[in-house]
Every structure is written in structure tokens, then in C-alpha cells.
């Protein structure tokens, strides 16, 4: 028998070796950089992944009605760097395992990442104001007691009034 029968017949018995993708899973692996994942609840919009961001794939923009903000990530231009999960203060925006980002072509425009943060008034002066996470508080104290947790609902300048 040939050397090359022999090496068919060997790989017809043992099968495929490679993964069945993309007619069945394969395996991840560790630390690739998937789709994006965004929290509006622990985002404090301080624009920053909008700022590094290198595909400009980061909008974040007010909605008409003054309600409050609209994040919006478009995946086809996201270039999966990282460098918004890297600099998000409160790790609002990250880089998940998921790397099915197969799409059709009409629907480039709608695979997007969406988020909304609804103002809410401040607790002393009533201005509309971007909510604080508690994710935040977090970064910046060791220890979050009463007095720190009151912060969470005045505006920058009634912060600072009260601060002072
Ligand atoms: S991973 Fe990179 S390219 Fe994608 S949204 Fe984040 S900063 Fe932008
Ligand atoms: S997702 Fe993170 S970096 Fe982007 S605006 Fe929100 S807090 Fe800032």
C-alpha cells in the first residue's frame, strides 16, 4: 500500500481535527477581545473610551428631549483595541469573549452596542444631572460611609458648596 493511502485511511479513522466552526462552537481563548459590552448604570460619562477610542466606533451624545444621554458603539468599526475597557474609570464598557460578530451587510448599521443614561435631578437644587454610579464612589474612596453616599445625589457645584 502507498504511503499516501496509508495517511487517508489513518485520517478518515481518526476523524477531523480541526474545529467544526462555524457549524458548531469552537474553544476561546484566553483573553481575546470580543464584542463590547457596555453598563449604562456604572458609566459616569466622562467621554473617555469616546476620547481613546481608535476606530471612533464611541458615540455619546445628548437625545433631543434633553433627557439625558445616548451611548452608541458601532462593532463594525470597533477595532477591538481594548483601550476603552483600559481607560473606563469605572469599568462601564468592557471586552467580552463573544466573537460571533458575523452579520449580514445590511445590517452593519444596526449592529451596534446601545446605552442610555436618564438624568436625574440633583437632590438640593433640582438640575438635571448624570446619576453617580456607586461603581465610582468605589474607585475613589477606600470606604464608602454615609456622608460619601449623600455626595451621589447633588450636582458638581452643590458638591463643591458643600465641600467647601
Ligand atoms: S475596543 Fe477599541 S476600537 Fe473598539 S470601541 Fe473600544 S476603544 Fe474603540
Ligand atoms: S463607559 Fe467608561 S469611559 Fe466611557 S463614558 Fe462611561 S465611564 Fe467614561
Given at each position: 500500500m502507498s504511503s499516501f493511502?496509508?495517511?487517508a485511511i489513518r485520517n478518515l479513522l481518526k476523524g477531523p481535527s480541526t474545529d467544526p466552526y462555524p457549524f458548531?462552537?469552537?474553544?476561546v481563548p484566553k483573553g481575546l477581545r470580543?464584542?463590547?459590552?457596555?453598563?449604562?448604570?456604572?458609566?459616569?460619562?466622562?467621554?473617555?473610551?469616546?476620547h481613546v477610542c481608535a476606530g471612533g466606533a464611541i458615540q455619546i451624545r445628548e437625545v433631543a428631549d434633553k433627557s439625558g444621554l445616548e451611548f452608541i458603539l458601532w462593532h463594525n468599526t470597533c477595532a477591538f483595541c481594548g483601550l476603552c475597557?483600559?481607560?473606563?474609570?469605572?469599568?462601564?464598557?468592557?471586552?467580552?469573549?463573544d466573537y460571533h460578530t458575523v452579520h449580514r451587510q445590511e445590517d452593519k448599521y444596526r449592529y451596534v452596542e446601545k446605552g442610555f443614561i436618564k438624568y436625574v435631578n440633583c437632590?438640593?437644587?433640582?438640575?438635571?444631572?448624570?446619576?453617580?454610579?456607586?461603581?465610582?464612589?468605589?474607585v475613589a474612596y477606600d470606604?464608602?460611609?454615609?456622608?460619601?453616599?449623600?455626595l451621589r445625589h447633588l450636582c458638581p457645584k452643590c458638591r463643591q458648596e458643600r465641600a467647601l
Open positions: 493511502l496509508k495517511i458548531g462552537e469552537t474553544f470580543g464584542k463590547v459590552k457596555y453598563n449604562a448604570k456604572a458609566c459616569v460619562a466622562c467621554r473617555m473610551c469616546e475597557e483600559h481607560y473606563c474609570p469605572t469599568k462601564a464598557i468592557r471586552l467580552t469573549e437632590a438640593r437644587c433640582a438640575t438635571p444631572m448624570v446619576p453617580i454610579p456607586l461603581e465610582l464612589l468605589n470606604q464608602v460611609n454615609e456622608d460619601i453616599e449623600k
